[in-house]
């Protein structure tokens, strides 16, 4: 019997998910919602209030796609959907800067100095962790 498709290898999921985070993110910032994930995205807002941008880290969350390694560091599963070329990426902290492994792709100087969403995800799962 084969295995199930992990949820951000599928198209209509990775849909679903994203339609869900836009709303998740529009009802967090009317002061509409009241949980860890909310109150992570006002704390990120503060610092990057860049709405699309959130929802596209909420979305990774809500797929499953981001897993601790170990002290500093993330393993955020790629989602074809949302424009990945790789099946991972590696996000590390490093002296209080992130950096993901796409900053070295073809592009990632542009995703560098915009903070690529593979980190938002895992800024939004750290957020939320502390604030449980």
Avoid at 13 to 25: H, K, L, P, S, Y
Avoid at 49 to 78: C, I
Wanted: aromatic residues 10%; positive net charge.
């Amino acid at each position: 019997m084969p295995l199930p498709k992990p949820p951000w290898l599928d198209p209509e999921r990775v849909r679903e998910a994203g339609r869900e985070a836009r709303r998740i993110v529009r009802e967090a910032l009317e002061g509409l919602r009241s949980d860890e994930l909310s109150a992570a995205i006002l704390d990120l807002y503060r610092e990057i209030p860049r709405e699309s941008w959130l929802a596209r880290g909420v979305a990774r969350v809500l797929l499953g796609t981001v897993v601790r390694k170990g002290e500093g560091t993330w393993l955020v599963y790629g989602v074809p959907e949302l424009g990945d070329w790789h099946g991972y990426y590696i996000v590390s902290l490093e002296r209080g800067k992130y950096r993901c492994s796409c900053y070295s792709s073809k592009w990632g100087w542009r995703r560098a100095s915009r903070i690529c969403t593979h980190v938002a995800a895992v800024m939004l799962s750290r957020r939320a962790e502390r604030l449980g």
